[in-house]
């Protein structure tokens, strides 16, 4: 339903892009160079918008938005911005690099600028696809290769890569950033993507330069669905942010780490968090203490909660980027302190792959307390301004519940499968143990099992069984839980085309 129609979106690639139906009435190549041999700004930005007209399954993440198309400039200093304003446009995706571990240099400080200074903006890029490669952080080849200034830029988002299984591509860049921030931001799906290229054809299209455009594609998405579920209220790009990085999926050790930053981007939980108000919004100033009590209901096996703000563009000579620094505590009904996720940034390889420990971050402009099983009652929130020199700080707090609850989204009804062919079924459910159950049912009465998976796998590639109905149901089942779609879905042939259907 919310396809990021009404918000405006921009690549930043190799030039124009198309021709192709896909983008039919809603682009507008700002790019003069037509002269092309690479049909990579095709592939961003079918990724990020294609409207799916000539093949649906083709379709980009925002294929309501209009986009924009401009030629990529590796210092951030040409027209962006100026055009972003005058065309209202919310959303940038950049997929290109320039030096690999680059610090937090100038490209970075504009970035930071820009979107500092106008808060409804956001910046996305791709991690980069160096991950093999040793670019002087001090850890050997698999660390601190994020490639370019723009991409550390800490109110950006920058995307690692996955394969459609959620395992991470080797060649996917991971952090720290130079200064021991946590970079890549999120991972998204980037390998062997089905994407738009000229002339009104498809290519299939890789790399974290699939995976950028997907996550700026759902960015664009939920601002649109805020904007529908808040009587036209344009949200902050920081809200949005946060309550993307609070809801990933995670993957690898718990908590975040430097290959998947936060987690699987997960648009749907982010939604149900801003569709619920499942946030806060304040401001803060030096030594200042802001305290909220947070109820939460029995039931609840992990609770989340962020926070996240927008930070001013720090110092080139500085030993770190962060300008101010705010602290979130969270006390239980037991009066118990839990603090937020803290990486090692020592280069040392088996220090940066260590899981996340409790700690006090004073690197990163976001932070997160996660509590396994906690206890109902009564939570308190507490945010400092431990420094604060340009204040007052604006910040976000996002919080999520998590039950042992099973969500399947995908099919979620209504949608039609063609017999013999692939599907791959998705379930959102809290956690890797034990196993999933698989069944299904083309009546809604009788079911049949379809297979068992092991419990860190959240999705199946299930072949489509011969048959014809449109009353079918799958339902996924652990420890007493289930989900199913909400509605039917069909299964049935797909029609050949006629003589007669093609003159209609």
């Given at each position: ?141 698999l660390w601190g290769n994020i490639t370019g200034g723009h991409k550390q830029a800490k109110n950006a988002l920058a995307t690692a ?176 302190l839990h603090l937020p996720f803290v990486l090692s940034t020592v280069a040392d390889p088996d220090s940066l792959d260590k899981p ?121 089942s652990r420890n007493g839980f289930s989900g199913e779609n909400n509605k039917p879905f069909a299964i049935i042939g797909e029609p ?9």
């Open positions: 339903h919310f396809d990021g129609h009404g918000v405006n979106v921009m690549t930043r690639d190799d030039g124009a892009v198309g021709p192709h139906i896909d983008f039919q009435g809603r682009i507008t190549n700002v790019s003069t160079n037509t002269n092309l041999i690479s049909n990579h700004g095709d592939g961003t930005a079918g990724v990020l918008a294609g409207g799916g007209n000539l093949d649906p399954t083709e379709k980009g993440m925002a294929s309501g938005s209009k986009i924009w198309v401009v030629d990529y400039a590796a210092d951030f200093q040409d027209t962006t911005l100026a055009l972003c304003l005058a065309a209202d446009i919310k959303v940038t995706n950049t997929s290109y690099s320039d030096d690999c571990n680059a610090g937090y240099n100038s490209h970075s400080q504009t970035v930071d600028q820009q979107l500092f200074q106008n808060p409804e903006l956001m910046h996305s890029f791709s991690a980069g696809n160096q991950g093999t490669l040793d670019c002087n952080y001090g850890a050997g080849n890569n996955l394969y459609a299984d959620f395992t991470l591509e080797a060649t996917s860049s991971r952090g720290p950033a130079t200064d021991g921030r946590i970079k890549p931001d999120l991972a998204a799906h980037g390998q062997n993507q089905g994407a738009t290229d000229s002339d009104n054809t498809y290519q299939v299209f890789g790399g974290t330069s699939a995976a950028s455009p997907g996550t700026a594609g759902g960015f664009a998405q939920l601002i649109g669905a805020f904007k529908e579920t808040h009587g036209g209220q344009v949200p902050s790009a920081a809200l949005i942010k946060a309550a993307m990085l609070n809801t990933a999926n995670d993957l690898g050790n718990p908590g975040p780490d430097y290959k998947y930053g936060w987690g699987h981007l997960n648009a749907l939980k982010a939604f149900n968090v801003l569709k619920n108000n499942q946030f806060y919004i304040n401001s803060i100033d030096n030594d200042g203490t802001n305290q909220l009590m947070l109820n939460v209901p029995a039931g609840v096996a992990q609770m989340k909660v962020m926070l996240y703000w927008a930070d001013p563009e720090g110092d080139l000579a500085g030993a770190k980027s962060l300008v101010n620094d705010l602290d979130l505590t969270v006390f239980d009904p037991g009066a118990g996340a420990t409790p700690g006090i971050d004073h690197l990163n402009n976001m932070e997160q307390v996660a509590i396994a099983m906690p206890a109902a009652g009564q939570y308190l929130l507490q945010v400092h301004g431990f420094e604060v020199p340009q204040g007052p700080a604006q910040y976000v707090l996002v919080y999520e519940f998590l039950t042992e609850d099973i969500d399947l989204t995908y099919p979620m009804g209504g949608e039609g499968f063609v017999p013999g062919e692939k599907e791959r079924i998705h379930w959102d459910a809290l956690g890797d143990a034990g196993t999933f159950k698989i069944d299904f049912s083309p009546d809604g009465t009788n079911w049949s099992n379809v297979a068992t998976v092991f419990g860190d796998q959240h999705h199946f590639e299930w072949d489509v069984p011969a048959l014809v109905s449109g009353n079918c149901f799958l339902r996924v050949a085309p006629t003589l007669l259907s093609l003159l209609d």
